[in-house]
């Protein structure tokens, strides 16, 4: 098949790109900038507010993956801008040029729209992809990490000192290589079109924060002792990062809030059906191969 995707340079897309060529598909993937040339990649200049390179990025394709936006913004209209008005272009793209599926990436954060203006974006761009005539599936993952990750790297540094931050409540997470197999399974297989998925590594009810820091102290090889983090004392970590790294802050107030809910495991019931795609890699195995990953490009 030939499959476009967004978002194909970030760690989401990068791997996504690389088992799509493997599998044997032709690629063309949106970039900002030059990239170097691949057998099977076709990289289209432009970007999600660039109707004319979306036309061209769209033109031909089999399938579009929707990857692209935008995590971490100074505000609503940041996430807007990135997540609302970028996912109605590129569906817009797609109708035009007879896309016959349309593969969108939102969050587990679209549930709750009303906690962060993050969680707001993501519910809105699915709004729009199911008002969309095309033939359409989403899916909302959990935490992603895995090799090529850096939003975890804080906690795994912070490990290194036998130390972890652990709020309430329980989480679901997934290695990005398993995404990037279901994605590719939804845009190339037969699920139920106009579907909603949620997936994870498997964990029947999840992982607390507090097993995750164990997790990942287990990776770097330290004990760690987790420590509980009330919802004020996020805000004020919130605040400190800004004030300290400004625009590169990773603990924003929107995420603190995000973090702070007591539940983002999935729904059992929204997983891919078993015959269609099933998770690889346990994340414990997953952890250690992050933490391998860190060390080698001396980030660990």
Not at 153 to 166: M, N, T
Not at 253 to 263: C, F, G, T
Request: proline share 6%.
């Amino acid at each position: 098949m030939r499959i476009a995707i967004t978002g194909a340079t970030g760690f989401v897309g990068r791997t996504l790109v690389t088992l799509a060529l493997a599998a044997g598909h032709e690629v063309q993937a949106l970039t900002r900038r030059l990239q170097p040339p691949r057998g099977g990649l076709t990289w289209v200049e432009g970007a999600l507010d660039r109707a004319d390179t979306l036309a061209v990025l769209a033109g031909g394709a089999d399938a579009v993956i929707h990857v692209a936006g935008v995590v971490n913004a100074p505000d609503r209209a940041g996430f807007a801008a990135g997540n609302v008005d970028g996912t109605a272009a590129m569906l817009h793209a797609s109708h035009a040029a007879g896309v016959r599926r349309f593969v969108h990436v939102s969050s587990l954060a679209a549930r709750e729209p009303g906690l962060s203006d993050y969680g707001w974006s993501k519910a809105a761009a699915e709004a729009l992809v199911t008002a969309c005539p095309l033939d359409w599936v989403m899916l909302r993952p959990p935490g992603v990490y895995g090799p090529g990750d850096t939003e975890f790297l804080d906690l795994f540094r912070l490990a290194r000192w036998h130390l972890a931050i652990a709020p309430g409540g329980r989480i679901s997470l997934i290695e990005v290589s398993d995404l990037g197999r279901l994605l590719l399974a939804l845009a190339t297989g037969a699920p139920d079109a106009r579907a909603t998925y949620e997936a994870d590594d498997g964990a029947a009810k999840g992982w607390s924060h507090s097993e995750f820091a164990r997790a990942i102290g287990d990776a770097v090889g330290k004990r760690v002792a987790a420590l509980p983090v009330p919802k004020l004392a996020l805000m004020m970590a919130a605040r400190a990062d800004m004030a300290l790294r400004g625009g590169q802050a990773k603990l924003t107030l929107d995420r603190a809030r995000y973090i702070a809910h007591p539940d983002w495991t999935i729904d059992p019931v929204r997983r891919p059906p078993p015959a269609l795609w099933k998770p690889q890699v346990a994340t414990p195995q997953g952890l250690a191969a992050t933490a391998s990953w860190y060390r080698a490009q001396g980030l660990l």
